[in-house]
């Protein structure tokens, strides 16, 4: 029971960022219609930010997130505007193109930049503590606290304020949008900035505790794809849900199953669920 | 015929626009392109000609596809990111004959820090010989190194051992990973002979019986007895696996888990994972301590690692540590706390040995290469061997016969001088090709590096 618990939070905690990730790229597909394949890398250059706003500036570490997110934000908008607006109205093969063109400029950018060692993030959150005799990572409960947190701000900005719903009504019909005056042009760079601005808290809530490299987006990378698949491609509520499945099926499966099978396990899952519901669990109409 | 002879000037234009002159103005190209293969070739472009307008003989970019040399620009950065540096250009200067010296190894992605940290060995070395001055054969000779990146790539590494071979003239390769080595191992035997500097401690290279080989670093398979004697006595006989998942991590795995068994304890379940692209190892840590071990093996990269005795230490484990020869107890150490390292075992660290030279080249690394970073034990292996070939070399009296290289390797470890001995320093050359001598390892104990003699069973 004791193990069930712990590797419950664990997973609810890996969930969290798995979730806010997945968010940032469920939002630009669904506006755009983008497979954003530089997720990953926006979430790498999240982390860095971060990273050097505590190491070099001595920021405080939940500043240096709300530092991070902002110019991960910008970062967002720039990418959209030089590269993904230009193509707006060429095939899809190449937005994909351009999006893995991105992710290569930018690991190796970072590369260049920072070097390629690993580097530890300082989090003011280094305790342990023990609730009925679970231990639990400070830094994890923030990880879980603050993830909730943040989908709760997004899911009330996309619900309830003006700029919020021009997004979701993009989504629904582009074409009905822009007959509603709604500028399509505009929730673009927003849907990026907000999506940029998740995978830089996402990072920089895991950083502490794992490590800053410039390939740290890779493995996330697929695992959030896979994530959006599952949870239905521009689906919201998909990608909080399929972010917490995936963890937690990872988690459990290796606890109870076999260790080896838990990388596999999430794609299984992906597998079973796209064979009876090709559509993901929560996409619309389709 | 017009539309493919079209096609393929065009993507002839386009290769060339990108990597040689990427930053003109594709439109300044065009008439060049016009004047020179006619007004028709253009009546039926396709392919990449469909990026150009076609309106009554004007070409004028598309805007849709005004970013594509951009993208491609930024592939172009990728695929040379940390690339063909330090090419060796082969103009003789004031010390005579350049002799090339190869390296192919990991110089981007996860693995790049490693692969640098190899490269700055060599690099030290050859600092060394050419400040000092290097006569062969009578005549005067300065080092360069001609390193390439393959990615960690087996295969990639044998396509660059043969390049610096047969562009750079390279008699001596190194290479720093087990599948690279077991590539290269298949050709540099043949039409392209050269000395292979094998850094990876996996006894597997020597069984390949490959007569060009010199395996570097000890083998990995005699810390198995100490390592787990000394934890076993330590802490208790049942150990808990959380190693990393490479292939090198099973290997180790398999030896220790037999080892343990041998020695009469009992081994848990295996909670590894791949160090590169776990998120969070509270999981597989939280699995691997349900067992209550008294004992964990753990190891990958050092840092990951380090997380990982953090992790367990966090979750209440008082055990030992087993750490795989890939770790730096050293790198650890600034990943987590002293404290949490206690009562492990693994190699000993560079700056704790205590061979003639190693304090010089401790002081020498942080002036020449990095102040932030301290040179771990492939740093020496390697410095170490790059002095073994330039001895070798010198007693052969050749700079391109590897045959007649190797078998003057033996001889050359006598006369390194002491101050370019830096740690474990090999007192012979197997048959096999190994670099073989007395190894020390470590046993942390209350902050101390205790030295832990490693039995060399050959």
């Not at chain 1, 505590?54 to 991960?72: D, E, F, M, Q, W």
């Not at chain 1, 639990?136 to 900005?157: C, D, E, H, K, T």
């Not at chain 2, 386009?14 to 020179?36: A, M």
């Not at chain 2, 200067?93 to 090339?100: A, C």
Request: proline content about 5%.
């Amino acid at each position: 029971m004791e193990l069930f618990l712990q590797q419950l939070i664990n997973g609810i905690a890996l969930g969290s960022v798995y979730s806010l990730a997945a968010l940032g790229l469920t939002l630009v597909f669904g506006v755009l219609r983008i497979p954003n394949l530089a997720h990953g890398a926006l979430y790498m250059i999240g982390a860095y930010v971060t990273y050097f706003a505590l190491t070099s500036y001595g920021i405080p570490y939940i500043v240096a997130i709300g530092i991070s997110a902002a110019v991960l934000a910008l970062i967002g908008v720039i990418v959209e505007r030089l590269v993904f607006h230009p193509l707006r109205n060429a095939p899809h093969t190449h937005h994909l193109i351009a999006a893995v063109g991105v992710l290569f400029f930018l690991q190796s950018g970072a590369q260049v930049l920072w070097g390629s060692e690993f580097r530890e993030m300082p989090s003011p959150f280094t305790g342990v503590i023990n609730i009925f005799g679970l231990n639990i990572g400070q830094q994890r409960l923030v990880v879980i606290f603050a993830s909730i947190l943040v989908m709760a701000a997004l899911y009330w900005f996309l619900k309830k304020t003006v700029p919020g719903q021009t997004i979701e009504a993009i989504e629904q019909d582009r074409t009905g949008a822009s007959l509603v005056g709604i500028d399509a042009n505009r929730v673009s760079m927003m849907t990026f900035a907000i999506s940029a601005a998740l995978a830089a808290v996402a990072a920089s809530l895991v950083a502490p505790i794992n490590l800053v490299f410039p390939t740290m987006g890779e493995a996330l990378n697929l695992k959030v794809f896979a994530i959006i698949i599952l949870g239905g491609l521009g689906s919201i509520p998909g990608a909080i849900v399929g972010g917490f499945a995936l963890a937690l099926a990872e988690v459990f499966s290796s606890t109870y199953v076999s260790n080896a099978f838990s990388e596999a396990i999430g794609f299984l899952f992906l597998l079973v669920v796209l064979a009876v519901r090709p559509t993901g669990l929560f996409s619309k109409g389709a | 015929m017009k539309g493919f002879r079209g096609t393929r000037v065009s993507v002839f234009l386009f290769e060339n626009q990108l990597f040689k002159c990427h930053t003109e103005n594709r439109q300044r190209e065009i008439p060049v392109f016009r004047r020179e293969f006619g007004a028709r070739s253009f009546v039926r472009v396709s392919g990449l000609g469909e990026t150009m307008g076609k309106e009554k003989g004007m070409w004028k970019l598309r805007r849709k596809l005004a970013l594509s040399p951009l993208i491609l620009a930024a592939f172009f950065l990728a695929a040379c990111g940390g690339g063909s540096g330090g090419g060796g250009e082969g103009g003789s200067g004031d010390g005579g004959e350049v002799v090339n010296i190869g390296y192919s190894g990991p110089l981007s992605g996860g693995a790049s820090l490693y692969g640098e940290n190899v490269l700055e060995g060599i690099q030290m070395a050859v600092a060394d010989l050419n400040e000092e001055g290097v006569e062969i054969d009578g005549q005067p000779v300065t080092f360069e190194i001609s390193s390439l990146d393959d990615r960690y790539l087996p295969n990639e590494a044998a396509t660059n051992a043969q390049r610096l071979v047969q562009q750079e003239d390279a008699a001596v390769v190194f290479i720093p990973h087990s599948g690279g080595i077991f590539a290269a191992q298949s050709i540099n035997a043949d039409r392209n002979e050269f000395l292979l500097g094998a850094y990876s401690s996996d006894p597997a290279i020597l069984e390949q019986e490959n007569p060009l080989t010199m395996m570097i670093p000890p083998r990995f398979d005699n810390y198995m007895e100490p390592f787990v004697g000394t934890t076993m006595d330590e802490f208790g006989d049942s150990l808990g696996l959380i190693p990393t998942e490479s292939e090198y991590g099973q290997e180790w795995t398999d030896q220790v888990t037999e080892e343990w068994e041998n020695q009469g304890g009992e081994v848990l379940s295996n909670n590894g994972v791949d160090y590169a692209t776990t998120t969070d190892y509270a999981g597989p840590v939280t699995q691997a301590l349900s067992e209550d071990p008294d004992v964990l093996f753990v190891g990958g990269p050092s840092q990951p690692t380090a997380l990982v005795i953090e992790e367990a230490r966090g979750q209440g484990f008082e055990g030992g540590f087993i750490v795989m020869d890939q770790a730096k107890v050293e790198e650890m150490e600034e990943f987590t706390s002293e404290e949490n390292i206690n009562g492990s075992v693994g190699v000993m660290p560079l700056i704790e040995s205590t061979e003639a030279g190693t304090e010089d080249f401790v002081a020498r690394y942080e002036e020449e290469i990095s102040e932030d970073r301290i040179p771990v034990s492939e740093v020496g292996y390697n410095y170490q061997a790059m002095h073994v070939v330039a001895k070798a070399m010198e007693l052969a009296d050749s700079t391109d016969d590897p045959q007649a290289i190797r078998e003057n390797i033996e001889p050359a470890l006598a006369e390194v001088e002491d101050e370019y001995k830096v740690i474990n320093f090999p007192d012979g050359f197997t048959e096999e090709g190994h670099l073989a001598g007395p190894v020390v390892a470590t046993f942390v104990e209350d902050g101390e590096y205790t030295e832990l003699e490693v039995p060399q069973e050959q």
